[in-house]
Structures are given as C-alpha cells and as structure tokens.
C-alpha cells in the first residue's frame, strides 16, 4: 500500500519512518538462506566485498564457522541476483518514490550480519560518507530477524537530519583499522530513540539522520539489509573519473545528473 500522508509527513519530520510487514516470511527466508549460501561459499560473492568480525580468523572461518564471523557484506546487488530482485521489489520502491520522487537510482547496499557477540557501530551520518548531492538519499533497512534492544537495534536522534553534515572526527577503533565517528558532544544524545522491528519489517531512514547500533548481547544473529536509494537527479560530487555507474530502478534518466 501507498505510505500515508501522515506517514510521508512523519519521515521528513523524523527522518525516519518504521513499516512493519513489508516483506512475507518466504521473501525474508530466501535472503536468509543467500546469505547463508554466501557465507559458506556455496555460491561465489567477491571476498573484497565481505567484511569479518574484529579479530575473527578469516582462514579458519573459510572453512568452518564462516557465518559467525561475518560482520558485513558490501555492494549486494552489484554481485548476486537474488540482491538485485529484492532492491526492485516493488513495495520498497513505491515507498521511496514517496519519499524521494518518481525517479529512482540505487546508490548502493549492504547487508549487516550483527552475530552474536557482534559489536556497537557508533553514532554517524551515511552522506558524508557518499560523493552525492543533494545529500537527501533514503535508507530501507529491512528487518531479516526480529530486532529488538538486546539484539544491537539501531537508535536515532529524531529530526537530526534537518541540521546538515556534522564533522566525523573522532577516531573509533575497529579492529585493526579505525574509523571516525560523530562526538557525544556534538548532538544532544538524551533525544535517541531505539528502532526495534519484527523480521520483515522496514525502517526509511534519511542519509543525515543520526544513527547508531548496539552489540548484538543475545545467542542470535539481528541481520539487516539496507538499501540505498536516490533520485536520479542527484549530482555525482567526486572526481569524474571516480564515477561510478548507478542502475534506474524506476522512472527516467536525466542528462549531467548521476
């Protein structure tokens, strides 16, 4: 069904909007069982493209266990088909189309494992991160386990995208590489919200909402894939030859845009 007008109001609002149901239990099944299969190397998926755990022993994770271990799989729908379909489902895009216009581009996915025992990412912004302007893209994160406070939910500062780009510069230690994140004195924390779901369900959140996500305290995994999309008449902002190629998804190309 088409979001409402309380619903549509309530995103640019909040910056994010919660859709329970959005997926059946096949379609959340069959991603399951991709990652799986990913994960186990039953089906190929470039190994640049998967992120472990930090300190997790890739070798040994090669060969048994390999799933446990995963943090992240990155560029989804770029590699597998069964990604591909589900970033073209028709119930997400016709809700981004509410959000964002008529005509739609994917900038990119990636699917979140969060195993048990899988660490906190810390409060950030997605748009400083991608050469794309205006910095307006919108992030479904399906739900493909029940995500609850235990499990690393995400939580958000409502209305913190309507502030801009806030500077990500506070050295975060991940492993042995590290990272940037946002300062606790930069936002005023007290406003968080946790965005707890059922499997199946969607949260559309803003590339400038201020999010985070907890570890994952529970014996499960809290997997999420997160979709992200963009108008097509959104400018490329880096170097020109850096530019990559974004598929339309719905509705029309425009010349000198992305």
Not at 45 to 51: I, T, V
Not at 106 to 118: A, C, N, S, T, V
């Amino acid at each position: 069904m088409p979001l409402s007008t309380a619903q549509i109001e309530q995103y640019h609002q909040d910056g994010h909007l919660i859709v329970e149901g959005l997926l059946n239990d096949t379609e959340v099944k069959t991603l399951r069982q991709r990652i799986e299969d990913i994960a186990e190397g039953r089906v190929d998926f470039p190994a640049h493209c998967m992120e472990y755990e930090p300190g997790a022993q890739k070798e040994a994770s090669r060969t048994t266990g390999r799933m446990a271990q995963l943090r992240k799989l990155n560029e989804c729908y770029r590699h597998d088909s069964v990604f591909l379909e589900h970033a073209q489902r028709p119930a997400i895009l016709d809700a981004v189309e509410e959000l964002v216009g008529p005509d739609i581009k994917i900038y990119g996915d990636q699917l979140f494992m969060k195993p048990p025992g899988g660490m906190e990412k810390t409060y950030h912004q997605d748009s400083p991160y991608f050469e794309i302007a205006p910095m307006a893209l919108v992030t479904a994160w399906i739900a493909l386990d029940d995500v609850t406070l235990e499990n690393g939910c995400m939580w958000a500062v409502p209305g913190s995208h309507r502030n801009g780009p806030l500077a990500h510069s506070e050295p975060w230690q991940v492993g042995d590489r590290v990272d940037m994140r946002i300062p606790d004195t930069a936002f005023d924390r007290s406003k968080e919200q946790p965005i707890t779901l059922k499997a199946g369900g969607c949260s559309f959140h803003h590339s400038l909402l201020l999010h985070s996500s907890g570890p994952n305290n529970t014996p499960y995994f809290r997997r999420g894939m997160a979709t992200h999309y963009m108008t097509a008449q959104s400018r490329w902002t880096g170097a020109p030859e850096d530019k990559p190629d974004y598929p339309l998804v719905r509705g029309r190309e425009y010349a000198d845009c992305v």
